[in-house]
Every structure is written in C-alpha cells, then in structure tokens.
C-alpha cells in the first residue's frame, strides 16, 4: 500500500474529529485509483486512516479520556471546574473531597462513530495540582494546616493510615 498526502477540501480536520474515522480504518473510494491496463477501469483507492495524538485527548474507540486537573481547594472544598469537549466546554460539579484519579463520565461528549452506534463518553480522571513556588508564609500556613489534620490523622487520612496499617500488620505477620 502506497501512502498518498491528501490536501484540499475533502480533509476537513473537524469531521475527522467530531465524527470521523477512528486510527486504523480503511475508506474505498471506487474507480478513483490508478487507471487500469490496456484502457481498462480504473482501481479502488484505500485510504488508511491514522489519528494523530491529540494534546487534551485520548481515543479508545467511540470514548476519550483526558486528565483533569483541580486546585486542591477545589479538590477539598468542592466547587464547579470547565471541561473542554469536542463541542465546546461544559461545567461540572466537583463534590467536596474529591481524591486524585477519580473519574467523571460525561455521557456522548466522545466521538459519533461513522458507522452507526451511540457516541462515546468522555472519561475526565481528576488529577491534584500541588502548588509550586510557594512564598515563605504559605508554607507555613500550610504546614499548620498539616499539624491540625494529623491530631486526627484517621478521619483526615483514611488512605494514607489505612496504607501504613497494611505495612505494619505485613512486617508483623513476616516475624510470626
């Protein structure tokens, strides 16, 4: 198969988005490839399709997924967060004490299959930011923010405990 650069008016980057071919497809155009022998017909003409990555996205057939990236306030107080689609944003709600790698699934904002079905789902995993550069008082702030949670470490921490219980009970069990 020879590989054929294709510009002009019948690669229209949006459709391909939106709804177009997923990486892999093969499109036949009839009696559009090269002429045939001897004054014969014309071939077919594949066109392979190839998905280039895209900055935002990933594609898993019909559906995309992508990072979400929340302040930790918003992560621990809550509050309402743009989500860039392929139609443009929508907003969600963010409940309060949202935990990094949760997803949010946005029902049919993923890609309209050219083939027919129902269109996919957006997958939005919700990943932290720590903050960076912080100035001499924020750290302290935050530092006495940590000191207040770890007088109730369990209640505050439910993970981080429940992760040092299992290696305590995991050393104990080894010198049983």
């Given at each position: 198969m020879r590989q054929v650069s294709w510009p002009g008016?019948?690669?229209q980057a949006e459709d391909a988005r939106s709804q177009g071919p997923g990486g892999?497809?093969?499109i036949r155009l009839g009696n559009e490839g090269e002429a045939g022998?001897?004054?014969g017909p014309s071939g077919d003409l594949y066109v392979e399709i190839r998905v280039r990555p895209h900055a935002i996205f990933e594609r898993d057939g019909s559906h995309l997924s992508c990072e979400l990236p929340i302040t930790f306030?918003?992560?621990a107080l809550g509050g309402s967060i743009d989500v860039p689609t392929l139609e443009g944003e929508v907003t969600i709600k963010v409940p309060a004490e949202t935990q990094s790698g949760r997803v949010f699934r946005l029902r049919e904002k993923g890609i309209k299959p050219v083939r027919g079905g129902p269109t996919g789902d957006l997958f939005c995993r919700v990943v932290i930011?720590?903050?960076v550069h912080l100035s001499r008082e924020q750290k302290e702030l935050l530092t006495k923010f940590d000191?207040?949670?770890r007088k109730d470490a369990k209640?505050?921490?439910p993970r981080e405990e429940s992760w040092v219980d299992g290696v305590k009970r995991f050393f104990t069990s080894l010198g049983e």
């Open positions: 008016p019948h690669a892999g497809d093969r022998r001897n004054g306030k918003t992560a930011e720590t903050p000191e207040s949670l209640h505050h921490h």
